[in-house]
């Protein structure tokens, strides 16, 4: 689909003429701080701005990126860059005269967005998974061992980061410049990583917790306690949660039991848009696998179930739609039918008094019963997904409604 590239143009043409209009400092005068932290404020090579002019760039940053991102293949920061490249550009040459540096900068922005993206191979660090998962494939990463070596000459260099072989997810995408495909890569890698965190869950929150970015949760606790009095011992150590990591066997039985490869061919084609809905109901929870806040785990859960099994169709009697659906989703009989339904009508108040009365005690039964039916549902709906659709889940349920005993692997079976 073509780049609307007159929405582009006009929205950057009222930026620059704004900003030249504003007479914004040049690059030998001193930056001018806003007069308070409140105010918009942005500092990008030679271009500085403050309040409305820092609003009005960010307006049309947005309204860019909204346009050009259809394209999948630009990162916002790459369209920042040369936003304010041709920007800076407009600002350092007079803007009337001969030429008109306003048109020939727009014109070069929108050349710069008529580029064919590239082809690049991107590794991205996976923290919390052995060693032993190397050479697995899952969508469309395969994870490989490799090392950091630091750079020649380096003085500082953080202690932090890891030493020594890890694993790393290696992935292909298509995008315009090496930060865009870091972007892309990124994005590609947290949809993969927190649906094998779903897949691998082993309570919450679980023991394995795969990750991009550096783990920053907490998974001890340091301290000293003692009667008011008495003096206080010496700092002890007491686990918050363990976190151990994700073996190769352990992977391997998650996806063999799981419908691990069904998911891993849905990640590399995503073949449909009932496809589309139920991984991103496992990306939630994924989420909610490690999250160690007892009710915004609870929370992902719900919305998980509810996102996928109700779809955005479904506009009243939310909880007890979601109690019938579950309940005919996973039980075969009237009394596990009811007894589900009970269930979930009972989890669905539980998120009411969360979302509504800010509550933030949630009995460890409630968030383990929110799990098992969050994750029951999406591998019961996973095994059939091949040829499911929309339309044919929603009429089987309310087939269901009106006596149908069909189960949903006969119903998807026929035409839609």
């Not at 929108?110 to 969508?139: N, T």
């Not at 003096?231 to 996806?255: G, N």
């Not at 009697?317 to 659906?325: A, F, I, S, T």
């Amino acid at each position: 689909m073509p780049i609307n590239t007159n929405q582009i143009k006009q929205t950057f043409v009222k930026l620059a003429k704004r900003l030249v209009d504003s007479k914004l400092s040049q690059p030998d005068r001193s930056l001018a701080l806003p007069e308070s932290f409140g105010a918009p404020f942005l500092i990008r090579a030679h271009i500085a701005l403050s309040g409305e002019d820092a609003s009005a760039y960010f307006d049309a940053l947005d309204s860019i990126v909204a346009v050009v991102a259809e394209e999948e293949t630009w990162s916002r920061s790459s369209i920042d860059l040369i936003l304010t490249d041709c920007l800076n550009s407009v600002l350092q040459n007079r803007p009337h005269g001969p030429s008109n540096p306003i048109k020939e900068q727009a014109n070069r922005l929108i050349e710069g967005f008529k580029q064919p993206p590239g082809k690049w191979m991107v590794a991205l660090h996976v923290s919390g998974m052995d060693q032993s998962c190397a050479e697995i494939s899952f969508g469309r990463l395969r994870f490989a061992t490799a090392g950091l070596e630091i750079p020649s000459g380096a003085h500082v260099f953080p202690s932090h980061l890891p030493k020594g072989e890890h694993v790393y997810a290696y992935l292909e995408v298509e995008a315009i410049d090496r930060h865009s495909a870091v972007a892309r890569a990124k994005t590609s890698l947290r949809e993969h990583l927190a649906i094998l965190n779903a897949l691998c869950s082993s309570g919450v929150p679980s023991h394995f917790r795969l990750t991009h970015e550096p783990e920053t949760a907490p998974i001890y606790s340091l301290f000293s306690v003692a009667p008011i009095g008495e003096p206080l011992p010496p700092i002890a150590f007491d686990a918050v949660h363990s976190r151990i990591p994700l073996t190769r066997s352990d992977l391997e039985k998650a996806l063999a039991d799981r419908n691990g490869e069904e998911i891993s061919r849905a990640l590399r084609s995503k073949p449909s848009e009932f496809w589309d809905r139920l991984l991103s109901g496992y990306v939630l929870a994924g989420e909610a696998s490690v999250e160690p806040a007892s009710e915004r785990s609870f929370l992902l859960f719900a919305i998980a179930l509810e996102s996928v099994l109700l779809g955005k169709n479904t506009k009243t009697e939310l909880g007890y739609q979601l109690g019938l659906r579950v309940a005919h989703l996973v039980s075969g009989n009237i009394e596990g039918r009811r007894d589900a339904a009970k269930h979930i009508q009972n989890l669905y108040d539980r998120r009411s008094r969360i979302v509504h009365a800010g509550e933030t005690e949630v009995p460890e039964s409630d968030l383990s019963i929110v799990r098992l039916f969050c994750l029951s549902c999406l591998h019961k709906l996973a095994g059939s997904a091949v040829t499911i659709t929309n339309v044919a889940l929603e009429r089987w349920f309310k087939d269901r409604m009106l006596g149908a005993n069909e189960n949903l692997a006969q119903h998807i079976g026929t035409p839609v």
